[in-house]
């Protein structure tokens, strides 16, 4: 089992970053694909990035390519999103989540989710 606790989020302005973490416990931490997605009111859950098992590979939604950059370090049990060029349009409560699927981005295939931390970006 995994227990995740996202931190980072706050109120930004437009063309600001932040960065996001997420602290894990549990001894098998380095076993899980480590996942970011984020919820507007009104819509959805959608994947926003992923992260290997070992860090090697890495995936994101058209919408932050370019802009997110995911990453993780085992040995502290940690996943960070750092998020530049930060729009409106990415204003949602934002989790991380694991998953015991390889480079899955479908929210279905994880089992394990934090509670989330609010990003609001202004214009």
């Known amino acids: 089992q995994v227990q995740l606790v996202e931190s980072g989020g706050e109120l930004v302005q437009a063309g600001g970053s932040l960065r996001l973490s997420c602290a894990a416990s549990?001894?098998?931490?380095?076993?899980?694909?480590m996942g970011w997605f984020r919820q507007a009111p009104g819509k959805e859950r959608e994947f926003v990035a992923v992260?290997?098992?070992?860090?090697?590979?890495?995936y994101y939604a058209d919408s932050v390519k370019g802009r997110f950059t995911i990453s993780r370090d085992n040995a502290k049990r940690t996943a960070d999103l750092q998020m530049n060029s930060l729009k409106p349009e990415d204003t949602a409560l934002y989790f991380c989540?694991?998953?015991?699927?390889?480079?899955?981005?479908?929210?279905?295939?994880?089992?394990?989710w934090g509670q989330g931390t609010q990003v609001t970006v202004s214009s």
């Open positions: 989540a694991a998953s015991s699927i390889n480079y899955s981005t479908r929210k279905y295939e994880y089992a394990y």
């Open positions: 549990g001894r098998t931490f380095s076993s899980y694909t």
């Open positions: 992260i290997s098992w070992t860090g090697d590979y890495t």
